[in-house]
């Protein structure tokens, strides 16, 4: 056991120092954009290295740490900035430093919580690609960046082993997971599946299967009271551009919208992060399916209910950013569907699985060189 933690623990460190040494690279190649609001602000705080890693999103949830909620901010979900808030109180109010400190930990432990939760979805022989995939997958460089990838990702996994083990401590982390982002509130799904397994703590399954919607709902809660409207974490989503709609728009309407700018757009930087966005949507749409195909034939799902949870769970987290009719973001929550790493993981042809981990790892150095460059990629 100590030995896998060790060797996950180094796979982690020379990731990371690949990724961010070729990018540190990269950066004199691909000239700097960096057009995005209040991006002077990062200038207040040190080391001017980490600065690049709050870009986008990352400035907001410092100003929300800082601050509090401004108008459209509430877009973002609280536990995440609020944990900043904390920490940087010890860090004479280095928001940055905080922020990047609070996701690199979670990343760390999300990882080693991501493989033992493997142990109890795939043979041995599939997890090492299981998380080879994982982390090579093009979008894995925000779990270093100043996002809530991996504090999510903590809450995610420590849910799933808890809700495994029958826990009482699985309610604090279903809630955590559920005040970090919208789709933790998708956690319901093996939460009430594994708790028609575990009939015996009856009350245990009640709050377990409360605890997502609990979550969101105290939100909701403190937006009526604060802006009178508990929906408006998605009313503000406009603000933020990216042809968001507050109507609900349908997978094919998404599709058709994006078959129009691929065959309309002049080719530019824009048109290359839309092919990336549709491309990585549909290789984990259809690994999902598969999954999905896979439970389902001989009745699997009947005596698998935890990989039959985290497939729902999977499922809507991918598709619940597409119905504001883009695929815009939607490679970062793409790290999210579980069910897709673990069709992928299972691909008999070693080849296949080493030339997706080489693909996928040319495509995170592109995009995360792009994203420090201050191009919006995700």
């Given at each position: 056991?100590?030995?896998?933690?060790t060797?996950?623990?180094?796979?982690?460190?020379?990731?990371?120092?690949?990724?961010?040494?070729?990018?540190?690279?990269?950066?004199?190649?691909?000239?700097?954009?960096?057009?995005?609001?209040?991006g002077?602000?990062?200038?207040?705080?040190?080391?001017?290295?980490?600065?690049?890693?709050?870009?986008?999103?990352?400035?907001?949830?410092?100003?929300i740490?800082?601050?509090?909620y401004?108008?459209?901010?509430?877009?973002?979900?609280?536990?995440f900035?609020?944990?900043?808030?904390?920490?940087?109180?010890?860090?004479?109010?280095?928001?940055?430093?905080?922020?990047?400190?609070i996701?690199?930990?979670?990343?760390?432990?999300?990882?080693?919580?991501?493989?033992?939760?493997?142990?109890?979805?795939?043979?041995?022989?599939?997890?090492f690609?299981?998380?080879s995939?994982?982390?090579?997958?093009?979008?894995?460089?925000?779990?270093?960046?100043?996002?809530t990838?991996?504090?999510?990702?903590?809450?995610?996994?420590?849910?799933?082993?808890?809700?495994?083990?029958?826990?009482?401590?699985?309610?604090a982390?279903?809630?955590?997971?559920?005040?970090?982002?919208?789709?933790?509130?998708?956690?319901?799904?093996?939460?009430?599946?594994?708790?028609?397994?575990?009939?015996?703590?009856?009350?245990?399954?009640i709050?377990?299967v409360?605890?997502?919607?609990?979550?969101?709902?105290?939100?909701?809660?403190?937006?009526?009271?604060?802006?009178?409207?508990?929906?408006?974490?998605?009313?503000a989503?406009?603000?933020?551009?990216a042809?968001?709609?507050?109507?609900?728009?349908?997978?094919?309407?998404?599709?058709?919208?994006y078959?129009?700018?691929?065959?309309?757009?002049?080719?530019?930087v824009?048109?290359?992060?839309?092919?990336?966005?549709?491309?990585?949507?549909?290789?984990?749409f259809?690994?999902?399916c598969?999954?999905?195909?896979?439970?389902?034939?001989?009745?699997?799902?009947q005596?698998?209910?935890?990989?039959?949870?985290?497939?729902?769970?999977?499922?809507a987290?991918?598709?619940?950013?597409?119905?504001?009719?883009?695929?815009?973001?939607?490679?970062?929550?793409?790290?999210?569907?579980?069910?897709?790493?673990l069709?992928l993981?299972?691909?008999?042809s070693?080849?296949?699985?080493?030339?997706?981990?080489?693909?996928?790892a040319?495509?995170?150095?592109?995009?995360?060189?792009?994203?420090?460059?201050?191009?919006f990629?995700?």
């Amino acid at each position: 056991m100590k030995r896998e933690h060790t060797l996950l623990l180094v796979g982690i460190a020379i990731k990371t120092a690949i990724v961010w040494g070729a990018v540190a690279l990269l950066t004199h190649i691909i000239p700097y954009e960096g057009n995005f609001p209040y991006g002077e602000i990062l200038n207040e705080y040190a080391p001017s290295f980490l600065r690049p890693l709050a870009n986008f999103d990352g400035l907001h949830y410092i100003l929300i740490a800082r601050m509090g909620y401004s108008q459209y901010e509430q877009a973002f979900f609280p536990l995440f900035p609020s944990l900043i808030h904390i920490v940087a109180s010890l860090l004479q109010r280095n928001y940055l430093l905080a922020g990047i400190l609070i996701a690199n930990i979670s990343f760390i432990l999300g990882v080693l919580l991501l493989y033992a939760t493997s142990k109890h979805l795939l043979e041995k022989g599939n997890r090492f690609w299981f998380i080879s995939l994982y982390l090579s997958f093009p979008t894995a460089f925000f779990f270093n960046t100043l996002y809530t990838e991996s504090v999510f990702l903590l809450f995610v996994t420590l849910a799933l082993l808890l809700l495994i083990k029958q826990h009482y401590a699985v309610v604090a982390a279903l809630l955590g997971a559920s005040l970090t982002r919208l789709t933790g509130v998708f956690l319901f799904f093996p939460a009430v599946l594994i708790a028609t397994q575990h009939k015996q703590k009856r009350w245990l399954s009640i709050i377990s299967v409360s605890a997502p919607l609990i979550g969101l709902l105290l939100y909701m809660a403190y937006l009526w009271y604060t802006t009178g409207d508990p929906l408006y974490f998605f009313t503000a989503q406009p603000a933020f551009g990216a042809n968001r709609s507050t109507n609900l728009i349908l997978l094919p309407q998404v599709y058709y919208r994006y078959l129009r700018i691929l065959t309309t757009a002049d080719l530019s930087v824009a048109y290359g992060v839309a092919v990336i966005e549709v491309t990585l949507f549909t290789i984990m749409f259809v690994a999902v399916c598969l999954e999905g195909w896979y439970l389902f034939q001989k009745n699997r799902y009947q005596k698998l209910p935890l990989q039959t949870g985290i497939l729902l769970f999977s499922l809507a987290t991918l598709i619940l950013p597409t119905l504001t009719g883009t695929f815009s973001s939607v490679p970062r929550y793409c790290l999210f569907s579980i069910s897709s790493f673990l069709y992928l993981a299972r691909i008999q042809s070693v080849g296949v699985k080493i030339v997706l981990c080489v693909i996928f790892a040319f495509a995170q150095l592109l995009l995360a060189t792009m994203f420090i460059q201050g191009y919006f990629v995700s």
